[in-house]
């Protein structure tokens, strides 16, 4: 039987929590931006997992007396098995999810979602050593109602969804402040916020006004 809950993959996994948080508190230095909140992790895709969720508020159109609203978010899920799994090629696996609003036009651009997969990759080859395994999607959402919800503004949005495996180096150290990084330019970029390490963002979303 592989050793799932063994007290050296129970302590390793503590020091991986440990580190991401000094890596959140830098992100959270370096992008004033960005608000983070944990979020309880998957409990069926490893032995051992943590999650965090991350925001980026935008200003409300000036005839909205609603608060900032949120032009962009994600979720950083870290999964460890001492064991490792098939497709891992490794022992940890992060999985990301990036969300944004984008305007129609460029929701429109057939190359969006190329760009959008190239700021996930340019930004984890800016961020850290290496990484395996890398697999995902970017789609493009068009929002529109219909019925009792026709008179509601149509609304467009970005989402990536990717995983990969970190690598470990001799003293099993896996960059997570680098892979966390990584994420939380993605978000920034898709935001439309000034790059901070080479990745290119969108333009901010207009803000709709809502019904």
Known sequence: MRPVNSDSGAREFRQA???????????????????????????????????????????????????????????????????????WDGR?????????E???????????????WSWLTEALDSCVTGYRNISGTVTTVVT?????????????GFELRASWSPLTDARAETELDGHLAAWCSV??????????SGVASLR???RRRRQ
């Open 17 to 87: 929590v440990a580190d991401l948080q000094e890596a959140l508190a830098s992100q959270g230095e370096a992008r004033p931006e960005l608000t983070f909140e944990r979020e309880p992790p998957p409990r069926r895709l490893a032995p051992f997992a943590t999650a965090v969720a991350a925001t980026v508020a935008g200003p409300a159109a000036p005839d909205d007396a609603a608060e900032d609203a949120e032009i962009a978010g994600g979720r950083f899920v870290l999964l460890f098995d001492p064991a490792g799994q098939p497709g």
């Open 204 to 206: 901010p979303p207009r």
């Open 144 to 156: 529109q109602g219909f019925g009792g919800k026709q008179d509601e503004p149509m609304s467009t």
């Open 102 to 116: 984008l305007e129609p036009e460029m929701a429109a651009d057939p190359l969006i979602n190329a760009v959008g």
């Open 92 to 100: 940890y696996r992060v999985i990301a999810y990036v969300r944004a």
């Open 187 to 196: 978000i920034c970029a898709a935001a439309g916020l000034p790059p901070s």
